[in-house]
Nanobody, 116 residues
């Protein structure tokens, strides 16, 4: 069972920055996709960023140019650098992976709150 543990959420003012981290129990080479999703109360979970084994990364239109996803192979950790945060970015952020051998895994989430 793959374990994912997010950290780095918190309260930030409009225009501020946060960096989320997701520590994985297996090597990042085990995954076909690693990424970040978010969910606001009463809404469906939505994609924020997805990084693929090929090296490509896809972002939601709403975060392009403001958020940057990255990975550290040595630490088996992925990150989400979030800049120019807006109130609409307030949500619980989840780390997710799709294993090469199959199966999708989720972390428990970390709350990000942007105050105006």
């Amino acid at each position: 069972q793959v374990q994912l543990v997010e950290s780095g959420g918190g309260l930030v003012q409009v225009g501020g920055s946060l960096r989320l981290s997701c520590a994985m129990s297996e090597s990042v080479f085990s995954f076909a996709m690693m990424g970040w999703y978010r969910q606001e109360p009463g809404k469906q979970r939505e994609k924020v960023a997805e990084m693929f084994r090929t090296g490509s990364t896809q972002y939601a239109d709403s975060v392009k140019g403001r958020f940057t996803a990255s990975r550290d192979f040595a630490k088996n950790t992925i990150y989400l650098q979030m800049d120019s945060l807006q109130p609409d970015d307030t949500a619980v952020y989840y780390c997710t992976t799709v294993a090469v051998k199959g199966g999708q895994y989720w972390g428990r989430g970390t709350q990000v709150t942007v105050s105006s």
